[in-house]
């Protein structure tokens, strides 16, 4: 019987020492057998993929590896992450940085800025950042881009965040809401902002044409601070200044900066939009492609639905929103102005670009205080006649008991169009969302389903249901081709030496469930999400990880 123990005794003393002495898991995680697209838009192979410290250490036939986690994916297509190249997450990620509504949908990186971004922020700017960081519950306790970086990454998120530096911040940051062009001086003020934004660490200059105080800007005056983002290394991303009568013009403009200042452009959520105006975009991709022929490196992103959103207050005349809130309510409670604003939208649009008529295309998505919650996901059409008024007076009326905090959902883009642009190779994808969650703040009204379900869709519908896109060139226009825009050369790709990206996912049960009516429902069909090399997303749970960096462009200099 002491034999028999002491042999006992000396087996197991054997298995831990040969535990002991034995290897390390060779990988931190281990993704095996999937049908991997590695994101050039070359054809799928089955491979595994292994990751050591956030990045890629191997691809192919890794039948002996071993590693601290394995995720079996017989079945499912393993692609890079997709960065969403035009996203509004500014602030919702400092309320949640958890990302739930990008993070199910497999995106990694959120591309921000548009006109308005982190930094600078000081007068009008400063106020505009404040208030709208109060809404969310949330103290702006920066002031320049890198200050919001720095914020952003003590908080912790769970995605890779990037930003242009906006104009609109940049001008507001010195002009305030002045309808004049800047003096020399304060010419010199602006470029100094863009050139402290792109130390640290902007992607670029972007802007929004169509919006105040961007809309006061001349070609010129963007020219010069273009060609600031350039001497860094920058892009020019633009909201142009027409997508309606005059968009074939405002591609023009797009296309002079660019040219004249050196550097790339890249053209927000490409589209034609009012059904006045549809037709219009053949002769839109023929004048970029006219651009990229003569050598102009110009792209564009799209996102795949046929409504916009907006603040309700884009309905009334340009002049009438000048000024900021304040001005917009002042004019409304003024009975001679408010009699002026109804006459001319009444008229038909003629050189009025941004004048909307088709009141049964607006549903409001999104109120400030309790009092109207019940008209939010009705159209302005419905709501005018429950309060017996004519529309635009239900516009008025609903603008001054919001204090002009009153979203909408915009029917106007035509969806045959829509393809013609999502068909073109230049074509990236940018969900023109945000963050958020389908519970707390980040959970109210009724916000356009492209937050929740924007890449799940193309995949689904333009990729599996419709064969409008092969599936490798879908998953390009999500990762690669949005990474080399942005100059970003270690990501987008599923190659040895890539920081680790990924997405897990069964193209067959693939829903991005999120619609009008019910817009915060998380897709389906989305496995696993890895960011630099963690997993994020597990089984369709959020693991609470918050691995995401900072991507810094390509002008950024280090703190010292």
Same mark, same amino acid.
């Given at each position: 019987?002491?034999?028999?123990?002491?042999?006992?005794?000396?087996?197991?003393?054997? +298995?831990?020492?040969?535990?002991?002495?034995?290897?390390?898991?060779?990988?931190?995680?281990?993704?095996?057998?999937?049908?991997?697209?590695?994101?050039?838009?070359?054809?799928?192979?089955?491979a595994?993929?292994?990751?050591a410290?956030?990045?890629?250490?191997?691809?192919g036939?890794?039948?002996?590896?071993?590693?601290?986690?394995?995720?079996?994916?017989?079945?499912?297509?393993?692609?890079?992450?997709?960065?969403?190249?035009?996203?509004?997450?500014?602030?919702?990620?400092? +309320?949640?940085?958890?990302a739930?509504?990008?993070?199910?949908?497999?995106v990694? /990186?959120?591309?921000?800025?548009?006109?308005?971004?982190?930094?600078?922020?000081?007068?009008?700017?400063?106020?505009?950042?404040?208030?709208?960081?109060?809404?969310?519950?949330?103290?702006?306790d920066?002031?320049?881009?890198g200050?919001?970086?720095?914020?952003?990454?003590?908080?912790?998120?769970?995605v890779?965040?990037?930003?242009?530096?906006?104009?609109?911040?940049?001008?507001?940051?010195?002009?305030?809401?002045?309808?004049?062009?800047?003096t020399?001086?304060?010419?010199?003020?602006?470029? &100094?902002?863009?050139?402290?934004?792109?130390?640290?660490?902007?992607?670029?200059?972007?802007?929004?044409?169509?919006?105040?105080?961007?809309?006061?800007?001349?070609?010129?005056?963007?020219l010069?601070?273009?060609?600031?983002?350039?001497?860094?290394?920058?892009?020019?991303?633009?909201?142009?200044?027409?997508?309606?009568?005059?968009?074939? /013009?405002?591609?023009d403009?797009?296309?002079?900066?660019?040219?004249?200042?050196?550097?790339?452009?890249?053209?927000?959520?490409?589209?034609? &939009?009012?059904?006045?105006?549809?037709?219009?975009?053949?002769?839109?991709?023929?004048?970029?492609?006219?651009?990229?022929?003569?050598?102009?490196?110009?792209?564009?992103?799209?996102?795949?639905y046929?409504?916009?959103?907006?603040?309700?207050?884009?309905?009334?005349p340009?002049?009438?929103?000048?000024?900021? /809130?304040?001005?917009?309510?002042?004019?409304?409670?003024?009975?001679?102005?408010?009699?002026?604003?109804?006459?001319?939208?009444?008229?038909?649009?003629?050189?009025?670009?941004?004048?909307?008529?088709?009141?049964?295309?607006?549903?409001?998505s999104?109120?400030?205080?309790?009092?109207?919650?019940?008209?939010?996901?009705?159209?302005?059409t419905?709501?005018?006649?429950?309060?017996?008024?004519d529309?635009?007076?239900?516009?008025?009326?609903?603008?001054?008991?919001?204090?002009?905090?009153?979203?909408?959902?915009?029917?106007?883009?035509?969806d045959?169009?829509?393809?013609?642009?999502?068909?073109?190779?230049w074509?990236?994808?940018?969900?023109?969302?945000?963050?958020?969650?389908?519970?707390?703040?980040?959970?109210?009204?009724?916000?356009?389903?492209?937050?929740?379900?924007?890449?799940?869709?193309?995949?689904?519908?333009? +990729?599996?249901?419709?064969?409008?896109?092969?599936?490798?060139?879908?998953?390009?226009?999500?990762?690669?081709?949005?990474?080399?825009?942005?100059?970003?050369?270690?990501?987008?790709?599923?190659?040895e030496?890539?920081?680790?990206?990924?997405?897990?996912?069964?193209?067959? /049960?693939?829903?991005?469930?999120?619609?009008?009516?019910?817009?915060?429902?998380?897709?389906?069909?989305?496995?696993?999400?890895?960011?630099?090399g963690?997993?994020?997303?597990?089984?369709?749970?959020h693991?609470?990880?918050r691995?995401?960096?900072?991507?810094?462009?390509?002008?950024?200099?280090?703190?010292?």
């Open positions: 019987m002491r034999q028999d123990l002491l042999a006992l005794a000396a087996i197991v003393g054997g +298995v831990l020492a040969l535990a002991q002495n034995a290897p390390p898991a060779a990988y931190d995680l281990l993704i095996r057998g999937a049908r991997v697209i590695d994101g050039t838009g070359n054809p799928w192979r089955h595994d993929v292994a990751v410290k956030g990045k890629i250490a191997a691809v036939n890794l039948r002996g590896a071993s590693a601290r986690r394995v995720i079996e994916a017989p079945g499912r297509y393993l692609v890079p992450g997709f960065i969403d190249m035009h996203s509004h997450s500014d602030l919702t990620l400092l +309320v949640d940085g958890n739930e509504s990008k993070i199910r949908q497999g990694t /990186t959120e591309v921000l800025g548009e006109s308005t971004s982190g930094g600078p922020a000081y007068k009008t700017a400063r106020e505009a950042l404040e208030r709208r960081a109060g809404q969310l519950g949330l103290k702006a920066w002031t320049t881009l200050e919001y970086f720095q914020r952003l990454t003590r908080q912790g998120v769970a890779n965040v990037a930003s242009y530096v906006g104009l609109g911040s940049v001008r507001g940051s010195v002009l305030g809401l002045a309808e004049r062009h800047p020399p001086g304060e010419t010199e003020e602006m470029k &100094s902002l863009v050139t402290q934004a792109m130390r640290d660490g902007a992607m670029g200059l972007s802007d929004s044409l169509i919006e105040f105080p961007d809309r006061y800007a001349t070609t010129g005056e963007i010069e601070l273009a060609r600031v983002a350039a001497a860094h290394g920058g892009i020019y991303a633009t909201h142009m200044r027409s997508e309606r009568r005059h968009l074939l /013009t405002a591609i403009e797009a296309i002079e900066i660019g040219s004249s200042a050196g550097l790339p452009v890249e053209i927000f959520h490409f589209k034609v &939009s009012g059904r006045p105006n549809w037709g219009q975009m053949p002769a839109a991709i023929r004048k970029v492609e006219g651009a990229r022929a003569r050598g102009l490196d110009i792209t564009a992103n799209i996102y795949p046929t409504a916009s959103t907006d603040p309700l207050e884009v309905l009334l340009p002049w009438a929103r000048e000024g900021g /809130t304040p001005a917009v309510l002042a004019r409304l409670r003024d009975p001679a102005l408010k009699a002026k604003i109804q006459a001319e939208m009444a008229q038909a649009p003629s050189g009025g670009d941004d004048l909307f008529r088709d009141y049964q295309a607006v549903m409001i999104r109120v400030r205080g309790e009092k109207n919650q019940a008209v939010v996901g009705k159209r302005v419905e709501i005018a006649r429950e309060r017996g008024l529309p635009k007076d239900a516009i008025f009326q609903l603008i001054l008991e919001e204090e002009s905090d009153i979203g909408i959902v915009n029917f106007v883009i035509n045959d169009e829509m393809r013609q642009a999502l068909r073109q190779p074509m990236s994808v940018g969900s023109d969302g945000s963050a958020l969650a389908a519970r707390g703040i980040l959970a109210e009204g009724k916000p356009h389903p492209r937050s929740y379900g924007t890449f799940p869709r193309v995949l689904k519908v333009h +990729v599996r249901d419709e064969g409008l896109l092969p599936l490798e060139e879908a998953i390009r226009k999500m990762t690669s081709a949005p990474a080399r825009r942005l100059g970003i050369k270690d990501r987008g790709e599923i190659r030496g890539m920081w680790a990206d990924l997405v897990v996912l069964d193209l067959n /049960t693939l829903d991005d469930r999120a619609d009008f009516d019910l817009p915060q429902q998380y897709p389906t069909g989305i496995d696993c999400v890895a960011v630099n963690e997993v994020v997303l597990e089984r369709g749970s693991t609470g990880r691995p995401g960096r900072v991507l810094y462009g390509p002008g950024f200099s280090r703190p010292r």
